[in-house]
């Protein structure tokens, strides 16, 4: 373990980059879970599945990978109002989204990895753009264009969806069913409606994710699992429903898992975030009611 | 029916079972039979937290790693007749289940699911790590050619199986007949009413995640020894993880029968699909089956049976009938 | 003197929300307490601190003797203190039956003392059934059941734990005149039996039959506390609840 300065620095700044990233990624399930308090552990798959598409399309058409997110948002918007209404038919209202429900986000990010595979096989894919590839210079820190982009982007998104939370309409109507669904009705305002739309940009965030997915490196049908665990590690640390929150942790997380990755090797990584997921569910407030 | 008359009838046609594949002549019948055993094992295992006490366990996989790295290990060090490393691979895999409930379970069940499957995630990462058991370039296990009196090891591999598998089926029927399966099924019902009526839910699913994840550790334990050459994927393998949710998903939660039921329809269609269909849409298949049962018969087939045969609402548990001198109110 | 229940500066708050601010509160044995307010003053809240769901942040609960703070809502049931839910929470699985011996097997049984055999629990299991008339639908499942049914259920159930102390959350709402009147007739021939009620109600008719004391929480605070004649006379509580 060479421990230099200039590793130091790179590490940090490199894990807070990744850490903006990372927040884009979570940014869906800060809403689904942190918000709606719907558990769809099948997000990262359909992350996967944006950057597949955006490998389709970038491949095929030449077309940069984020506008292909930007442009295909709406398909994944329906992709997440259409699971949500199933979810809510089958489940919610059922009053078994606990396991039953749990179960069905299982098979989905069971079904949506193994028919990548099946498509697509097991080899790592990536994109061309024109600034992956180059990278900045900062004197000995560097900052490769392909992580700079995809991070102001994810900052950018963030934001966007933060105005839309506290600014509009419907964003603050989907603050309010998490907390007084009758309150809704009685302002005649259909609370399943909301999270539905709530859930579907919760999905629609996920193709952007994807795409800034493969820009920042190759992707293969099971790097998804691993984002699991970071996301939730994640969203839980930033406080559930939290955006602002979710920034934080995540820039926490990926500045831990650099410097553990720079200094004790690549392969802990996974460790890290589970580490974390561990460390704050055990110093949450305990309790059955306790949120 | 008393537990013992149960084993007893199991241990009968398990022996039968055996004596059929014997008769059919081809090893290949041990080879398959010893998969849909496993698979009979880790279903009722994950029945036993995910069924009775309805915590999900998406990390399956990782327990029955644990018992089979364990046998890899422990054969490193000095060579073990099975059944302690049964027995080992089980403890191991409760100890670890153990330890993951106490910091978890105190929780909703929602951060407990979520927390196996960042384990899961997180024990291949550190057996890829692992040099001692070959790491990500595997482990090769010699097995002996034959073992006296079963002739082929395979043989005996299959009866060590079918042991376990009655054991565990015997072991979940006691569960859900004793006070310990009524508790349980509060804490599915209703975790908070649970409490107050003075079960302690959180001694309840600790006892519930150590026997299931310990019994998954045991089915881990003689697969080194099935498979010969053990890679971290494969122990970790997608299948694992899917099937013990998928067999007592379809086969119905709310009792032994099933994920036994469960166990042996998918276990023996996979075993012959995988002869003709690619094992990738093999798994496809159990992940429609799993999808579509939880929102068309969320009862699984128990369920669907109950309902046609009309005999009890299909999500009731517990048999005993109480014999009260007032007459009963017509349904 | 110390009752069989002391709360003492009971305070809970949610976030930045204060649900409860220093409650304090003394049940001596054998009462019957009335516990009203309006909605959202924090009466669930309270129930939830005493019987071990919620925890308070501050101020302890004392039951018979011991010091509660810290101890879990089974452990709480087991020292003797009962409660129902405001909605009722049957086991939906298991039968009107099965969900009477939960507590049975999981309290009565479990307590240190005179050990009471299987038949002597089942025995109790039928005589619980027939005493809030539920034995017809022994072996039904809860979703059978009409709501006065499923009330007495939810009673039954906090019965066969053999508390000391029972609080009834809301035991009555939208049930009928007579129907309230069954479930009285229930608590009052527990409370003949010995056991400590404390009565959560917004039928004042029900509250004021049945209380020898009338609590009044309003917004988190108690604002009253003595003989229901003069409490319902009390300006301070006529404003804040029965004005509106």
């Known amino acids: 373990m060479i421990f230099s300065f200039d590793l130091l620095v790179n590490a940090i700044v490199s894990g807070i980059l990744i850490g903006a990233f990372y927040a884009a990624v979570t940014a869906g399930v800060t809403l689904s879970f942190g918000i709606l308090d719907i558990v769809n552990i099948a997000h990262p798959a359909f992350i996967i599945l944006g950057s597949y598409v955006a490998y389709i399309v970038n491949t095929t058409f030449g077309l940069d990978p984020i506008i292909t997110a930007i442009i295909v948002t709406p398909a994944f918007y329906a992709l997440g109002a259409g699971i949500y209404q199933i979810y809510y038919v089958s489940f919610e209202k059922r009053g078994q989204e606990s396991m039953r429900g749990l179960a069905f986000f299982f098979g989905l990010l069971f079904i949506t990895e193994v028919t990548l595979v099946l498509y697509f096989g097991v080899d790592y894919r990536y994109v061309e753009a024109r600034y992956i590839g180059p990278t900045l210079h900062f004197g000995s820190l560097d900052v490769p264009l392909r992580i700079l982009v995809p991070c102001l982007v994810s900052l950018l998104l963030i934001a966007v969806l933060q105005l839309v939370l506290t600014r509009t309409f419907i964003g603050r109507a989907i603050m309010a069913v998490a907390q007084d669904q009758l309150a809704l009705k009685l302002m005649a305002i259909d609370p399943i409606r909301i999270k539905r739309i709530a859930f579907g940009i919760s999905i629609a965030s996920a193709s952007l994710a994807g795409a800034f997915l493969i820009i920042i490196q190759p992707v293969e049908p099971s790097v998804g699992r691993e984002y699991i665990g970071r996301v939730f590690a994640i969203c839980v640390l930033g406080g559930m429903g939290s955006l602002p929150g979710t920034v934080i942790a995540a820039m926490l997380v990926g500045i831990v898992e650099s410097l553990t990755s720079t200094f004790y090797g690549p392969s802990w990584a996974p460790a890290v975030s589970f580490g974390f997921l561990l460390l704050t569910l055990a110093v949450r407030p305990a309790g059955l009611l306790g949120r | 029916m008393r537990s013992g008359l149960f084993l007893l009838i199991c241990l009968i046609v398990g022996g039968g079972v055996f004596a059929a594949a014997l008769a059919l002549g081809n090893d290949y019948y041990f080879f398959a039979g010893y998969v849909v055993l496993q698979y009979v094992v880790l279903a009722t295992a994950w029945n036993i937290l995910g069924g009775y006490c309805g915590y999900v366990n998406f990390g399956s996989a990782a327990f029955f790693a644990l018992g089979a790295y364990s046998t890899v290990a422990i054969h490193r060090l000095t060579p073990l007749p099975i059944p302690i490393l049964v027995a080992i691979g089980g403890i191991v895999s409760g100890f670890v289940g153990f330890g993951m409930g106490y910091l978890t379970l105190r929780l909703r069940g929602a951060f407990f699911a979520i927390a196996t499957l960042a384990l899961a995630v997180v024990l291949e990462t550190l057996i890829v790590n692992w040099d001692f058991v070959g790491g990500s370039r595997g482990a090769y296990i010699v097995r002996p050619e034959t073992i006296a009196p079963f002739g082929s090891y395979i043989k005996y591999l299959f009866m060590i199986m079918m042991l376990l598998a009655v054991g565990s089926v015997t072991i979940a029927r006691l569960i859900e007949r004793s006070r310990l399966g009524y508790g349980f099924a509060t804490i599915r019902d209703d975790e908070l009413a649970a409490e107050a009526s003075g079960v302690p839910t959180l001694r309840l699913k600790l006892i519930a995640t150590t026997i299931s994840g310990a019994l998954m550790g045991c089915a881990g334990a003689p697969f080194p020894y099935y498979i010969g050459y053990l890679q971290p994927s494969s122990a970790f393998g997608l299948d694992y993880a899917v099937n013990s949710i998928a067999m007592p998903l379809i086969g119905g939660t709310t009792s032994w029968v099933g994920p036994l039921i469960g166990a042996i329809l998918l276990g023996s269609l996979q075993q012959i699909a995988t002869v003709t269909i690619s094992s990738a849409v093999n798994l496809l298949i159990v992940g429609f089956l799993l999808v579509g049962f939880v929102i068309v018969a969320p009862n699984g087939i128990i369920g669907l049976v109950h309902k046609y045969l009309q005999h009890r609402p299909d999500d009731m548990v517990g048999r005993r009938r109480v014999s009260t001198d007032a007459p009963e109110v017509a349904p | ?244």
């Open chain 3, 1 to 244: 003197m110390t009752g069989l229940l002391e709360v003492d500066n009971l305070g809970k708050r949610f976030g930045g929300f204060v649900a409860l601010e220093s409650i304090s509160l003394s049940v001596r044995a054998g009462e019957r307490i009335g516990l009203i307010g309006p909605n959202g003053s924090g009466k669930s809240t309270l129930v939830n601190c005493i019987c071990g769901t919620l925890r308070n942040e501050a101020g302890s609960v004392n039951f018979d003797g011991h010091l509660l703070n810290g101890a879990t809502a089974h452990q709480r049931t087991r020292r003797g203190l009962a409660r129902t839910f405001q909605l009722p929470r049957p086991f939906a699985s298991l039968s009107v039956a099965d969900n009477l011996r939960i507590p049975l097997l999981y309290t009565v049984a479990a307590r240190g003392g005179s050990h009471r055999s299987a038949k002597d629990l089942e025995a109790r299991c039928i005589d619980l059934l027939r005493e809030v008339g539920l034995d017809n639908k022994a072996n039904r499942l809860p979703r059978e059941l009409t709501q006065v049914e499923m009330r007495k259920l939810e009673l039954a159930r906090a019965m066969a734990a053999e508390p000391k102390l029972l609080i009834a959350d809301e035991s009555m709402a939208g049930l009928t005149h007579s129907e309230v009147e069954e479930i009285l007739t229930l608590l009052k021939r527990l409370n003949e039996h010995g056991v400590t009620i404390i009565l959560i109600e917004h039928i004042m008719r029900a509250v004021m039959s049945f209380s020898q004391r009338l609590v009044v929480l309003v917004s988190g605070r108690k604002i009253a506390d003595g003989d229901p004649d003069t409490v319902v006379r009390d300006p301070e509580v006529e404003r804040a609840y029965l004005g509106q």
